[in-house]
Structures are given as structure tokens and as C-alpha cells.
């Protein structure tokens, strides 16, 4: 049972470039959600993916957007990169049928650093 | 800045209990959750408590919680160098997690 994936595992891109970072869910799980994680920080909540549409969003500008397919994985698009950019981006799925109480399970991120 | 807090330094011998606690701000939380990370690696559920309960244990695991002062503890008995990772504490909001800066956790042989 594969558990949440991501791709790539490491990207090095240069500052105004755009960047596409995706994830499979959990086999099972029908919602993904995307956290940024800084050096020595905890997660921080970007939004949230159900029924292929954002279901709420945390304190991230309009540069970062997302999609789900009808297959519930997702993408994360950014685009005109900033250096502050450079983090660690995790994906988590969870099986919620709308009611957001089960626990999230976390892929092992996608490295992004700005040049 | 983080509303969930966490102590950021854990050193404890081989063998021993760790205790790592945490206070959280939201009392509506329905959930709160513990996760390991270890280096390079993303997040791994560890165990989570529902609020309605004061203690769970999971074989090496003790999650204790007193609501009335938001304080949430992990303990890990008998710890191994296997344990040597970061330990994040978590509270649910209406659907996304908000996360500690995390506990490092360093076990000497």
C-alpha cells in the first residue's frame, strides 16, 4: 500500500522562474494539503484540496496556486519565485468524505531551493 | 510565529523516559497530534489524542492532555538512538494542521 508521493524530491530554480511540485495521495485518501516548511520551522499550512477544488487557504500569496485531478492527486504551482521560496514543500493526504477529522499522512517533501 | 509551542531541545541517555510537552492556543480542537521527522526525510503520524481524553498509551507512546491548561506531553519510554529525530507537535483547525517548531530529540548512547 503505497503511502503519499511526492515529485520531485529536489529542484533548484532561480529567482522569477515558476515551478510545478506534485503529489499522489494515500491509496484511499481523497484530500491533499500542502505545507511549506522553512529551515529549523515547523509546517505551515499553504491550503487544502477536496473534491478538486480549494477548500481553504492559509496566509500564502495569490503566487501560489494548486489544482486536484478527478484521481485526487495534486500540483503545486508557484510562480515568480522569491529566494524566501526555498523550503522543504510537503504534501499530506487524508480520507475526510467532507468531514475533516481524520488524521493528515505526510509524503517526505520536495526540497525547493532559489537561486 | 507559531501558536503551538514546544520546548526546542530534548538530550536524554539511552534507556531512559523522554518527556517532550507543548501548549496549544485553540480549546476547539477536536484533535491534536504528535509526528516524527527525521533527517531528510517528511513527516510520520506518531499518535494522536481525541480531546474528550486525558491520557492514551500506545505501546512505548503516552500521550497525555490536560485541556483546561492546553498542554499537551509525549512520552517515549525505554528511548532508543532509533528516537533521535524532531517531534512536532499539532492541533487541528477546521481543516488544516498548525504545527510546533519542533522538539529535537538527541539520545546518547
Known amino acids: 500500500d503505497a503511502g503519499v508521493t511526492q515529485s520531485p524530491t529536489h529542484l533548484i530554480k532561480t529567482r522569477g522562474q515558476q515551478v510545478t511540485l506534485r503529489c499522489s495521495p494515500k491509496s484511499g485518501h481523497d484530500t491533499v494539503s500542502w505545507y511549506q516548511q522553512a529551515l529549523g520551522q515547523g509546517p505551515q499550512f499553504i491550503f487544502q484540496y477536496y473534491e478538486e477544488e480549494e477548500r481553504q487557504r492559509g496566509n500564502f500569496p495569490d503566487r501560489f496556486s494548486g489544482h486536484q485531478f478527478p484521481n485526487y492527486s495534486s500540483e503545486l504551482n508557484v510562480n515568480a519565485l522569491l529566494l524566501g521560496d526555498s523550503a522543504l514543500y510537503l504534501c499530506a493526504s487524508s480520507f475526510d468524505r467532507g468531514q475533516s477529522n481524520q488524521p493528515q499522512h505526510f509524503g517526505d517533501g520536495t526540497r525547493l531551493s532559489i537561486l | ?109
Open chain 2, 1 to 109: 510565529g507559531e501558536d503551538v509551542e514546544q520546548s526546542l531541545f530534548l538530550s536524554v541517555r539511552e534507556g531512559d523516559s523522554s518527556v517532550i510537552n507543548c501548549t496549544y492556543t485553540d480549546s476547539s480542537s477536536t484533535y491534536l497530534y504528535w509526528y516524527k521527522q527525521e533527517p531528510g526525510a517528511g513527516l510520520q503520524l506518531l499518535t494522536y489524542i481525541f480531546s474528550n481524553m486525558d491520557m492514551k498509551q500506545d505501546q512505548r507512546l503516552t500521550v497525555l492532555l490536560n485541556k483546561k491548561d492546553k498542554h499537551l506531553s509525549l512520552r517515549i519510554a525505554d528511548t532508543q538512538t532509533g528516537d533521535s529525530a524532531i517531534y512536532f507537535c499539532a492541533e487541528k483547525g477546521n481543516n488544516d494542521m498548525r504545527f510546533g517548531a519542533g522538539t529535537r530529540l538527541t539520545v546518547k548512547p
